[in-house]
């Protein structure tokens, strides 16, 4: 009777210590939300723990045949927690610009999985949506610093036209008194 109440208390007291798995890869997302024709998409990885992408000859492979595109990126994974080192953290890997219409992009993640060789694993399957033309964005022409300079050039040339004007018409009523004192 003591020996498995002893076992039964030691095994709840290893187990109370024992380290859960904290290892994720979160499902990967595009960026921009609805993207628009011209714009470049990219898709968002997060994860950390105990999988990281690394870089490496040849990655990222992307590739596309219609309106499916295939992103597989290289990294590391352990199942185990002793090897679980790294940081959280998002990448961001641009795939390109599309013209407006439906498309797919499947996320795959490739490992080292010593000694079987490599393994994939699919992180997603994201379809999205390009529509048309990118939107205009409006400029402001008429800010107060803007006016007020618009204000002193319209008043500029008022004063300039109104000294041409003078003088002008001073010209015409002199060359007119002169005309009429030669006849």
């Known amino acids: 009777m003591f020996t498995r109440c002893?076992?039964?208390?030691?095994i709840l007291f290893l187990a109370f210590f024992a380290q859960t798995a904290r290892a994720f890869i979160d499902p990967p997302w595009i960026t921009?939300?609805?993207p628009r024709a011209g714009e470049t998409v990219s898709v968002n990885i997060r994860m950390g723990i105990c999988d990281v992408i690394v870089?490496?000859?040849?990655y990222p492979q992307i590739t596309r045949e219609?309106?499916?595109i295939h992103l597989l990126e290289y990294g590391h994974h352990?199942?185990?927690g002793e090897l679980c080192i790294y940081d959280i953290g998002t990448l961001t890997e641009p795939i390109g610009a599309f013209p407006p219409g439906h498309y797919t992009v499947t996320v795959d993640f490739v490992y080292d999985n010593y000694p079987d060789g490599y393994a994939t694993i699919t992180l997603g399957v994201?379809?999205?949506?390009?529509?048309g033309a990118a939107a205009?964005?409006?400029?402001?022409?008429?800010?107060?610093?803007?006016?007020l300079v618009l204000t002193l050039?319209?008043?500029c040339l008022a004063i300039e036209t109104l000294r041409t004007r003078r003088r002008t018409s001073w010209r015409c009523f002199r060359a007119y008194e002169i005309d009429r004192a030669i006849r």
């Open 32 to 34: 921009p939300a609805e």
């Open 126 to 131: 994201i379809p999205f949506a390009v529509a």
């Open 6 to 10: 002893a076992a039964s208390i030691s």
């Open 136 to 147: 205009a964005v409006p400029v402001p022409t008429f800010t107060p610093a803007g006016l």
């Open 78 to 80: 352990w199942d185990g």
């Open 55 to 58: 870089s490496r000859p040849g």
């Open 66 to 68: 219609g309106n499916s």
């Open 153 to 155: 050039v319209m008043i």
